[in-house]
Structure formats: C-alpha cells, structure tokens
Nanobody, 119 residues
C-alpha cells in the first residue's frame, strides 16, 4: 500500500507563497501520476495540478502561471510551489498518487494539509 504524507501548509497573506511537499513510501516503481487536489469548505474536491512520471504536467485554469508542480520520480515525491496566493486558494490540499496495477487504476491519497490565505 502506497502511503503519501503532505507537509508545508499554513497561513499566508494574499500575494505570498507556500511550497507543499508530498513524500511517498518506497514502492520500487515510479507512480504513473502524482498530483494535488484541493477542497474548500462546502465545495467538492478539485484538481489543482498533476504530473506524470515522465514530467508532463497539467494545471487547473485557476492556478495556471501561479503554481508549479514538480516531482522526483524515483522517490515518488511531489512538490507544489504556490505563488501569488489568493484568498480563494484557501482549502485543504491533498496529495494524490494514481497508478495502474494488474487489477487496474488505483488512487492513493494523503491526509491533507490546510492552506489558509488571508486578505
């Protein structure tokens, strides 16, 4: 079972920056997709950014040009650099790992880290 542990959340003023980290357990393989999702109070969980084991990334329109996702493929570690933060970025951020096993795709989730952006 893959375990994902996030860190780096906290309170920041609007316009500031934070860097989230997610460390995955040793698996012996590179997880196909790793990414970040977020869930604000009263809202559904939404995609923020994903990155493949080959380094191809995808972003939600709302964070494009402000957030940057990166990963260390061998270590299954993924980062999210968040710049020019806005109050609407306030949410619990979850690390996700999605991998194709013999029985099909499976999602692994971290416990979440809270990001609060004050105006």
């Amino acid at each position: 079972q893959v375990q994902l542990v996030e860190s780096g959340g906290g309170l920041v003023q609007a316009g500031g920056s934070l860097r989230l980290s997610c460390v995955g357990s040793e698996t012996g393989f590179s997880i196909n997709y790793m990414g970040w999702y977020r869930q604000a109070p009263g809202k559904q969980r939404e995609l923020v950014a994903t990155i493949t084991s080959g380094g191809t990334s995808k972003y939600a329109d709302s964070v494009l040009d402000r957030f940057t996702i990166s990963r260390d493929g061998i270590k299954n570690t993924v980062y999210l650099q968040m710049n020019r933060l806005k109050p609407e970025d306030t949410a619990v951020y979850y690390c996700n790992g999605r991998h194709y096993y013999e029985m099909g795709w499976k999602d692994h989730w971290g416990q979440g880290t809270l990001v609060t952006v004050s105006s």
